[in-house]
Structures are given as C-alpha cells and as structure tokens.
C-alpha cells in the first residue's frame, strides 16, 4: 500500500469519533513503565485520534477492587467512561450499585480477584449486571470458552463484551454469536489478515467493537486494520464508536 493510501486511510479515524472498549488508566505495579495517569492517556488518545474509552483501573485489577474503584471515581472527565471493578459478594456489589454503572469489568484470575464465574459463586452479580443493563467486559484469558458460554446461557439479557478473543479465536467465537445475541467482542487482538472482513461478511458489524489495550500496546494496529479494512464507511462507523456508544446507554444504572 502506497504512502499517501495509508494517510487516505488515517484521515477518517477522527471524523468516526472513535469510542475505544479496552483501556486502562492509573499506576500500575506490574507495567509501571508504560503504565499512564488519566491527563497522559488522553494526551495519547488525542495522538491516534481517539474521542472516548471505557477506562478501568489498574489498581482495582492489580491491588484491590474496592480501592481501585475510588481511583476511577476521582477521574473525573467525560471523556473516560468508567468501567468500575466488579467481586461477587453482597457487600461489594451494594458497592458497586452506589456508582450506578454503565459498564463493570470482572477479572476472576487466579493472579488478580480469584473467584469464580460458575452461577454458585457469581449469580447474584450476574444477576445485578443483568437487571441494570451494565456492559461487562472480560478478558477470554480471564473465562474461557466453556466458562463464556455457560454464562451467556445463564444469563441471556446480560450484555457481554468479551475482550482480546485473538487471531484464531473465529471457530469459537462465531457459534457463540450465532447462538448468544447478548454476546459482543472487541478488535484489540482481531488483527489477522482479513479476519476484520470474514468476520463481517458472516455476521455483519454490529457485535463488533473498537477497542486498542491502551497503555499496553499501541492503538495504531487496531486502527490501522479497521481503516484498511475491505468493508463499508457505515460498518467502519458501527464498529468504530457507535455499538459500543449503544451499549453504554443501553445501561440502566
């Protein structure tokens, strides 16, 4: 691809108003080194043309939920759309309903809160996220393939984004989105060679959302992809901002 086609590419990312699913803001003891306080990351935001982001914590994955969640709550710009920590006991989840959430994160590694998403340890959650229409994001890392559909099956209403599915993720992914309609994904690791458009083709762009891994990785590969991508300007607009900016009011907090 010819220099000035790439720059042809790149001009309409600002007009999309890109709206990026995947980003997490606040120190961080594990990548300290890329690790970026919320003025920085929107300096970095601005640099590769993107408008909002469901931002995270990494305290609240990293050290604890509770208090990683009154980091969020300090940050205060409308630009960063806090996705609040989310833990499965009562207690924590009356917490969770006093910031009235558009979108909770749940990370039940071993390494970060340790729970499970089976019904028995995580149902009354579910249940809660279900009834406010909060987006939930996990990562498959953190669920799994068998995990992810026994909860979709479980809870049919609860609007699920399921972050960084990979390269080789589609005989999985695509069954479970012919099956679940609450079932959504995001396009940080949704990089291999015409996979954007196979994807599309089979499915349409409306389960689809932007989203970059911000600090951790660059949005330029992700974006780039969604820019060069074989597919509509409407579809490039629906995947790029505006399902995700649906979801989020869709909540009912």
Known sequence: MSASAIESALEGIAAWRVFDANVRVGKSGVHGELALEAPELLKEMDRFGIARALASHFAAEEYDALEGNCALARIANARLVPVWAALPDRESIQKLAAYKPKAARLSFGVSQHNFSPAPWCSGELFEFLQAHSVLTL???????????????????RLPLLLLEPGYRADRYLFPLLEKFQNLYFDTST????????????????????????????????????????????????????ENLNQLVEAARP
């Open 190 to 241: 949704y990089l291999a060679h015409r996979q954007l458009e196979a994807f599309v083709e089979h499915l349409g762009p409306e389960r689809a959302v932007f989203g970059s891994r911000l600090p951790l990785y660059t949005p330029a590969a992700a974006l780039f992809v969604l820019a060069t991508a074989r597919i509509s300007e409407a579809a490039k607009r629906a995947i790029s901002g």
């Open 138 to 156: 996990v990562a498959l890392e953190q669920i799994g393939w068998s995990a992810l559909a026994e909860t979709l099956e479980n809870f049919p």
